[in-house]
């Protein structure tokens, strides 16, 4: 057999094919949540306070929408302000700046930024899986800029990864 261009792309054609026709993608979606909608049916959640010794006024308001539109998007529960089968309330209780590394001059290069928030929940359906816990995220950012500069996209950031911690702990059981 004589190969050319041709011959050759044909070839790698048809290899590429079987390729492609032997692979399989298979998708499903995995429960988002553990929850027995049978028993489970209604959430409430409370303003969480800020009760940090440093006090940033958007914080709050940043956690306790973050929070209660994680569990409106993952969940089928009804949000209620009483008498719910799950309650979860809470409190800001940390938000602080250390530094984190140095450079060789002797100075900070590095500044960390962590926010700690106390939980307690409350299944009423269940009350084995009751807690009270501390949930804490924390941030770096360059020594070289201002926490002022970056403190709302650092918040966020800390807010996203303590309400799935908080979903998580609460209703994926994980």
Avoid at 116 to 137: G, M, Q
Wanted: charged share 20%.
């Amino acid at each position: 057999m004589i190969w050319n261009k041709k011959t050759a792309a044909i070839a790698l054609l048809s290899v590429l094919c079987a390729a492609v026709n032997s692979c399989s993608v298979s998708m499903g979606f995995a429960p988002i949540s553990s929850i027995d909608y049978n028993k489970v049916k209604t959430i409430s959640i409370t303003e969480f306070q800020n009760r940090a010794e440093y006090v940033y006024a958007p914080m709050a308001p940043t956690f306790n929408q973050a929070l209660k539109d994680l569990f409106t998007r993952q969940t089928k529960l009804k949000q209620v302000s009483a008498n719910a089968d799950l309650e979860i309330d809470g409190e800001i209780t940390g938000y602080n700046q250390y530094n984190e590394s140095v450079d060789a001059s002797g100075m900070a290069s590095k500044v960390k930024v962590t926010m700690t928030v106390n939980v307690r929940y409350v299944n009423n359906t269940n009350h084995n899986e009751d807690f009270e816990k501390a949930f804490t995220a924390s941030q770096l950012f360059e020594a070289t800029q201002l926490l002022t500069e970056v403190q709302d996209e650092l918040i966020n950031l800390m807010v996203k990864d303590i309400t799935e911690q908080i979903f998580n702990s609460t209703v994926a059981n994980w």
